[in-house]
């Protein structure tokens, strides 16, 4: 298996563009969760799917940023419009829904907003 | 509400020391228990988990942490560190009650001197 992937890997927008990061889940998986990377926050979540129903997007920090899952193999987060305080790494992650195994990470995508 | 703590921003050892890197959790009952290594420009890692059981859990990597409820904390240890083992350490909770998000700590960075 390829492992979970993500696109695009790095990102450099203008302020007020619309972004979209992509994530494919290791096949089998019916949890998905995105999380965002910064140095002063560390590793947040922002939002998670099981079964491609969002569950939790208490972590979603404003109304600028969608999430969806329209299948299982494939899933968008989106901000729009991006702000430079967006700039980030996002990861995407993937497992199966029981508690007791491990998430799969991608490689993350490195947004810069400018 | 989930949370994480890793006391320690950095931690410094020499090649061949034992090293520690700490964590306490809180959460509303059982826990489940994660650690993963993030090396630059990667995404994160898997290295152990513990679920039940024996209160050590062994890893990847040589790497092992010990669960301890009453002082809620799950540190992780390595007899003798590498220079390779140099990178980010996260600690991380999932609340068997309560949904399947990985919550993380803000991580550890560990810094093996040869």
């Known amino acids: 298996d390829a492992g979970v992937i993500q696109s695009p890997r790095h990102e450099v927008t203008e302020m007020g563009q619309e972004v979209t990061l992509r994530c494919k889940p290791i096949?089998?998986?019916?949890?998905l969760f995105w999380y965002r990377q910064t140095m002063m926050r560390g590793l947040e979540l922002l939002i998670y799917?099981?079964?491609?129903?969002?569950?939790?997007d208490s972590g979603m920090p404003e109304d600028r940023f969608s999430a969806k899952m329209p299948n299982a193999s494939f899933s968008t987060l989106k901000i729009q419009p991006s702000e430079p305080r967006d700039s980030a790494v996002y990861f995407c992650?993937?497992?199966?829904?029981?508690?007791?195994?491990?998430?799969?990470f991608g490689q993350g995508t490195r947004l810069t907003v400018v | 509400a989930q949370s994480v703590a890793q006391p320690e921003d950095q931690v410094n050892v020499a090649e061949g020391n034992p090293l520690t890197v700490k964590c306490t959790y809180s959460?509303?009952?059982?826990?489940?228990l994660f650690w993963y290594v993030q090396y630059p420009n990667r995404g994160l890692q898997f290295l152990l988990k513990y679920i039940t059981g024996d209160n050590l859990v062994k890893g990847s990597y040589g790497f092992e942490a010990e669960f301890n409820k009453s002082q809620t904390s799950f540190h992780l240890k390595k007899p003798s560190a590498l220079v390779s083992d140099s990178a980010l350490y996260f600690c991380a909770v999932r609340a068997i009650t309560s949904g399947t998000a990985l919550i993380f700590g803000k991580g550890t960075t560990l810094s093996v001197s040869s």
């Open positions: 096949s089998g998986h019916n949890s």
């Open positions: 959460v509303s009952g059982n826990p489940y």
């Open positions: 992650a993937s497992s199966t829904s029981t508690g007791i195994t491990e998430a799969f």
């Open positions: 799917f099981n079964n491609n129903v969002p569950i939790d």
